[in-house]
Nanobody
């Protein structure tokens, strides 16, 4: 069974920083991509950023220049450094992992979500 463990959410003032982390564990043959999505109240879940196994990244325009994703392949962990936070960044942030299992099946898993609240 594959699980994702998220941490790092919380309350911060506008202009502040937070760092999220997400670690994948379990029977994973290969991680293909990891990333972060977010869902604000009353809105649809949206991509924040993801990173593929070769290090390619895809950032939402709204976070470019403020957020940085990084990955520790040895630990199957991805980090999201969020700087210059704005009230509109307030949302539940979900880790997403796409991986190949030992039956060579392509699978996707979501974390439980971590709340980020940015006060003005």
């Amino acid at each position: 069974q594959v699980q994702l463990g998220e941490s790092g959410g919380g309350l911060v003032q506008a202009g502040g920083s937070l760092r999220l982390s997400c670690a994948a564990s379990g029977r994973i043959f290969r991680i293909n991509a990891m990333g972060w999505y977010r869902q604000a109240p009353g809105k649809q879940r949206e991509l924040v950023v993801d990173i593929t196994s070769d290090g390619s990244t895809n950032y939402a325009d709204s976070v470019k220049g403020r957020f940085t994703i990084s990955r520790d392949n040895a630990k199957n962990t991805v980090y999201l450094q969020m700087n210059s936070l704005k009230p509109e960044d307030t949302a539940v942030y979900y880790c997403n992992t796409r991986y190949t299992d030992y039956q060579y099946m392509y699978r996707q898993i979501w974390g439980q979500g971590t709340l980020v609240t940015v006060s003005s």
